[in-house]
T-cell receptor, first 113, second 109 residues
Framework: DADVTQTPRNRITKTGKRIMLECSQT?????MYWYRQDPGLGLRLIYY???????NKGEISDGYSVSRQAQAKFSLSLESAIPNQTALYFC????????????FGEGSRLTVL | RKEVEQDPGPFNVPEGATVAFNCTYS??????FFWYRQDCRKEPKLLMS???SGNEDGRFTAQLNRASQYISLLIRDSKLSDSATYLC??????????FGAGTILRVKS
């Protein structure tokens, strides 16, 4: 079983719909992240959390919100999806950024029509 | 200017070839450097860290040039299984990890 699990893996939705992407991890890491990946742009940080009571915006947080329900769970919401939020979304965990090692989930491919 | 820039490729090389990728970064205060590998439709995974003195891991060699603000990855004796996208990652001051857009490598038989 994967250490970082994302659901759903694929989702097609319509403009204006609310979408939630869920992430759970069994690595015991405090730090969790949500990234989006677009062709030619690399991975961009949406939100991150260093513990259950800590939520921080990344470089592209507009249009997104997150919830850290427990150490092991971090969900990403799109309150009203729009087509330019079509992307591949990754959840990741780490012991700390100093190591440079992020452990990624398998990704959630979201298409907004 | 992007914080971390990579040649997107693709680099098409035959098996057994040696191939090198460069990556430049704009923030001179960057602290640490890494190479990740991402297979098609998969998640990125850490390949190796890049140390100031350069480091090797089997067929892979990473180099850092702080004066010119670039890092490199050299792959010797390329294998078909090396085909992937290679992401350059920089840890900036304030513990911010910045990803390059990646370089595509295709190794052909």
């Amino acid at each position: 079983d994967a250490d970082v699990t994302q659901t759903p893996r694929n989702r097609i939705t319509k403009t204006g719909k609310r979408i939630m992407l869920e992430c759970s991890q069994t690595k015991g890491h405090d730090r969790m992240y949500w990234y989006r990946q677009d062709p030619g742009l690399g991975l961009r940080l949406i939100y991150y959390s260093f513990d259950v009571k800590d939520i921080n915006k990344g470089e592209i947080s507009d249009g997104y919100s997150v919830s850290r329900q427990a150490q092991a769970k971090f969900s990403l919401s799109l309150e009203s999806a729009i087509p330019n939020q079509t992307a591949l979304y990754f959840c990741a965990t780490s012991r700390g950024p100093e190591t440079g090692e992020l452990f990624f989930g398998e990704g959630s491919r979201l298409t907004v029509l | 200017r992007k914080e971390v820039e990579q040649d997107p490729g693709p680099f098409n090389v035959p098996e057994g070839a040696t191939v090198a990728f460069n990556c430049t970064y704009s923030n001179s205060a960057s602290q640490s450097f890494f190479w990740y590998r991402q297979d098609c439709r998969k998640e990125p995974k850490l390949l190796m860290s890049v140390y100031s003195s350069g480091n090797e891991d089997g067929r892979f060699t990473a180099q850092l040039n702080r004066a010119s603000q670039y890092i490199s990855l050299l792959i010797r004796d390329s294998k078909l299984s090396d085909s992937a996208t290679y992401l350059c990652v920089v840890l900036e001051y304030g513990n911010k990890l910045v990803f390059g857009a990646g370089t595509i490598l295709r190794v052909k038989s």
